[in-house]
């Protein structure tokens, strides 16, 4: 714990720093409350509705884990058949790639004609977010395994099913959990992107409001959370990603 909270000190201060000058510069500058209100305004706002937030909060939580479960079996299925498919190669991958230079803001409002205002509508844009970068870095790992590995595996007798277990899969891991916790990051902005287009709740639908009634302490509390919930879900994938790679830190460790 100590080694933890020496290792994190840096950030932590930093972080502190920040803090203060955001709460010393707007009494200074007095600066508008709903321009950039204090941060201790801030602070006593998150908790007289702390319970309103906590329910916004889950809500987007689950339309973020719910868009990015999806998107890891359909972006690792496509990277896999990518990955096994020449016909593939050539047609979807180019076609994965060439949809990223379509804005992604341009196509939720079409996600919203499709699914509604309902909560299909939300997974679906934090799909639009989250698809890309599991999918191609998965595709890319599994480019990336060294042939010469594959050709001793073959040379003895391995099956294709072996292959991708003992070969693709662990040599693409690294690669895949990259891609994870980038789109882990942003599935957040996705979920809150499709609510400001059409919802009911969530801590996006929440920011908007206070928006448009010029609360600048709810608008930050709202922006805050979803920035904690966004670092939260990308540690969440570092420590899985910490324990299914751990073999290679131990194989590191033994050479």
């Not at 319970?51 to 868009?67: D, K, M, N, Q, S």
């Not at 998107?71 to 979807?92: F, P």
């Not at 916790?181 to 059409?198: D, N, Q, Y």
Request: charged content about 15%.
């Amino acid at each position: 714990m100590k080694r933890l909270f020496k290792k994190h000190m840096p950030a932590q201060l930093f972080i502190l720093l920040l803090a203060v000058l955001w709460e010393v510069g707007t009494r200074i500058f007095q600066i508008p409350h709903y321009i950039i209100p204090r941060l201790s305004d801030v602070l006593i706002s998150m908790a007289d509705n702390s319970g309103l937030l906590a329910r916004h909060f889950v809500i987007t939580l689950g339309e973020a884990l719910l868009g990015l479960a999806i998107s890891i079996v359909l972006g690792t299925l496509s990277a896999i058949w990518i990955d096994s498919s020449s016909l593939a190669r050539k047609t979807l991958y180019p076609l994965v790639v060439a949809s990223q230079t379509i804005p992604i803001i341009a196509l939720s409002p079409i996600m919203v004609m499709w699914f509604g205002y309902e909560i299909g509508s939300k997974i679906a844009v934090v799909m639009l977010f989250t698809f890309f970068p599991i999918a191609m870095n998965t595709a890319d790992g599994f480019r990336s395994a060294d042939p010469d590995i594959g050709e001793l595996l073959r040379t003895m007798g391995a099956s294709k099913r072996e292959l991708f277990l003992k070969w693709k899969i662990p040599s693409a891991l690294p690669e895949f959990f990259t891609g994870l916790k980038m789109a882990a990051a942003i599935s957040v902005g996705g979920a809150t992107l499709g609510e400001w287009l059409g919802g009911e709740a969530g801590l996006g639908m929440y920011t908007k409001r206070a928006a448009n009634m010029l609360r600048g302490e709810s608008v930050f509390s709202g922006v805050l959370l979803l920035s904690a919930m966004g670092i939260l879900l990308f540690l969440a994938v570092l420590a899985v990603e910490r324990i299914c790679l751990s073999y290679r830190r131990e194989s590191k460790v033994g050479q």
